[in-house]
């Protein structure tokens, strides 16, 4: 028997596939928002075994209001993924700051037509936390009480790419609880805010050049593309998708979870760290990865805080060399795959 109906929008993501299937896992049937019938019949294929507890909706765009009024019906969970995750970007607002902000406001007006609706939780992002212009920042604890101050003003105009992504979730997660402080709603919400996410990615995908933002740092350091030297670590903290998703399942069925906003680092790393995994573990890679001397002598100094998850939760962390050895095995076979 179902253990209820989740709405996971962005199934088709790297961690809307990975969050739709922890909860599939945990016993529950799962609604995915899709952009299109193809890309929601593409990615039951790849699971053909939850075939039969898997539902779809269309939303082809999440910033456009009343995208979400059809999809939140009979719903008893909804696990809000989609939102962008790019650098890529010619307009602030339109590829970054609305769709994020728009399209949690969006989901959050459609909740009234789900009575059915007990718990939401919002992936929001450690970029939620931190501040752009000062981060790391020395001697500083991330806490899941800590908030990165950047505005929509100055988000909508800024040159920086990664401060326009950092804005647009912590503009969204405000959005969230705000709303639930201003209309207290039947329903009770929660937030997790996980930094880099890695960790094997099971989502459909034409192309490697395809892959989601985060899966390309690693893909980078294992194709080649740095053999010559590897990039500054820019964001030295990670989290496994699969603590991710689980924390999702977690967060909507765990009482102390109501209201909580959980930060959900797994470790702290470096790109040379991720490189000598990924040599020890695929040493018939070690042509494409840059030489790395001694990871080990590479220091830390983010510090932070996420043992709320743990305890409220019951996250415990997958190290690092697992989540780099799984992800690198995947994307190995994503590599055959596509020559075929
Ligand atoms: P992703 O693979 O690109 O997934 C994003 C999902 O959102 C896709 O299903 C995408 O659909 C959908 N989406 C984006 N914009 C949309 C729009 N305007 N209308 C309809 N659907 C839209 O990225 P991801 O890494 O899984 O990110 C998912 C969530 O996790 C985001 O909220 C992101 O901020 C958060 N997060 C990610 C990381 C990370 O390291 N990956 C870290 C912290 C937080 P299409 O693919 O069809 O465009």
Not at 104 to 128: D, Y
Not at 182 to 202: A, D, F, L
Request: glycine share 6%; aromatic share 10%; with cysteine.
């Amino acid at each position: 028997m179902s253990k209820g109906l989740v709405l996971v929008t962005g199934v088709t993501g790297f961690v809307g596939t990975a969050v739709a299937l922890a909860y599939f896992e945990a016993g529950y049937t799962v609604r995915g928002t899709c952009r299109s019938q193809s890309k929601a019949e593409e990615w039951i294929s790849l699971f053909p075994q939850y075939k039969s507890k898997f539902e779809y909706a269309i939303v082809e765009d999440i910033a456009v209001p009343g995208c979400f009024d059809e999809a939140v019906k009979g719903v008893e969970i909804i696990a809000h993924t989609a939102s962008p995750f790019t650098y890529d970007i010619k307009d602030n607002e339109k590829d970054l700051l609305l769709p994020a902000i728009a399209g949690t406001h969006n989901l959050l007006s459609a909740t009234s037509l789900s009575p059915t609706l007990k718990r939401i939780v919002l992936t929001s992002s450690f970029a939620s936390v931190f501040d752009f212009a000062t981060f790391p920042a020395m001697g500083k604890t991330y806490t899941d009480d800590v908030w990165n101050p950047a505005t929509y003003e100055e988000a909508k105009t800024h040159a920086h790419p990664g401060y326009v992504y950092c804005a647009s979730k912590v503009l969204a997660e405000r959005t969230f609880w705000e709303w639930i402080e201003r209309e207290r709603p039947g329903w009770e919400g929660s937030v997790v805010c996980p930094p880099n996410i890695y960790g094997p990615p099971r989502q459909p995908l034409s192309s490697l050049s395809s892959l989601n933002t985060s899966t390309k740092d690693v893909w980078n350091i294992m194709s080649g593309a740095y053999k010559e030297g590897l990039p500054p670590t820019a964001m030295p903290a990670f989290v496994d998708v699969r603590d991710v998703a689980l924390a999702h399942v977690r967060a909507t069925e765990r009482e102390e979870a109501k209201g909580q906003r959980y930060l959900l680092i797994g470790g702290v790393y470096t790109n040379e760290e991720i490189a000598s995994i990924i040599a020890q573990s695929h040493p018939e890679l070690n042509d494409r990865l840059p030489k790395v001397d001694d990871a080990s002598k590479v220091n830390h100094d983010l510090l932070y805080d996420s043992s709320k998850a743990q305890e409220q939760l019951g996250i415990q962390f997958i190290p690092l060399e697992k989540c780099i050895r799984d992800t690198a095995d995947r994307l190995v076979q994503i590599e055959k795959d596509l020559k075929h």
